[in-house]
């Protein structure tokens, strides 16, 4: 069996800001790199649009949508809350998306964008932990899939098909949610029935 995933490590000693630095620097050189694994065959497309000096979609992967009843925060029992001051709540250091869309900073989802390129190569590898699945979503686009689960950990990153030679990273995050956990498993089972 393969090691779980970890996060990426944070030095105590650095503020907030150069933490998601280092996070983004991660981001560049797994998947927003040249040398990224393909995915199915097909190459992955990395849109860079920039935010911040960072690219917009490592923002949407380390940011959260802010909901106006948060009642569990994604960090919770995590590293990551020592440093984050209930951004998620408070809504204090937030990133504008290139659609108008405010998002909190989400330090927790930040330390995990290594995990992208990691999954996607356990997936690769046919490894029991990563789930794939297909889904059209409301506006006819077709999403796929992958979601790593192990023990505690559950990750999701979503692509879209571009064309049978490419597929476009939309974006990716750990799953805390029941509610969440529950629609993508019931997503993933109708699909397996769909392709019996």
């Known amino acids: 069996m393969k090691k779980k995933l970890t996060p990426i490590a944070i ?20 998947i927003a790199t040249k040398d990224r694994p393909l995915f199915q065959g097909m190459e992955i497309y990395v849109p860079l649009k920039w935010i911040e000096n960072k690219a917009e979609i490592f923002w949407h992967s380390a940011s959260i949508e802010q909901k106006a009843k948060l009642d569990i925060k994604p960090c919770t029992n995590d590293i990551s809350s020592a440093f984050c001051s209930e951004n998620c709540r408070s809504g204090t250091e937030v990133i504008t998306m290139n659609d108008g869309n405010v998002r909190a900073k989400c330090l927790y989802r930040a330390l995990r964008v290594g995990w992208i390129k990691e999954v ?59 509610s969440a956990k529950k629609d993508y498993e019931k997503d993933y089972q109708n699909y397996i029935k769909e392709i019996k």
């Open 11 to 30: 030095d105590k000693a650095l503020e907030l800001s150069e933490i998601f630095d280092k996070c983004h620097s991660r981001f560049k050189e797994t």
């Open 120 to 178: 996607i190569e356990l997936y690769n590898e046919n490894d029991a932990r990563v789930k794939y699945w297909e889904k059209i979503n409301s506006k006819k686009k077709k999403r796929l899939y992958l979601r790593y689960q192990e023990e505690e950990l559950d990750y999701l990153i979503v692509f879209e098909k571009k064309s049978e030679k490419r597929v476009q990273l939309i974006t990716a995050y750990p799953i805390f949610f029941v």
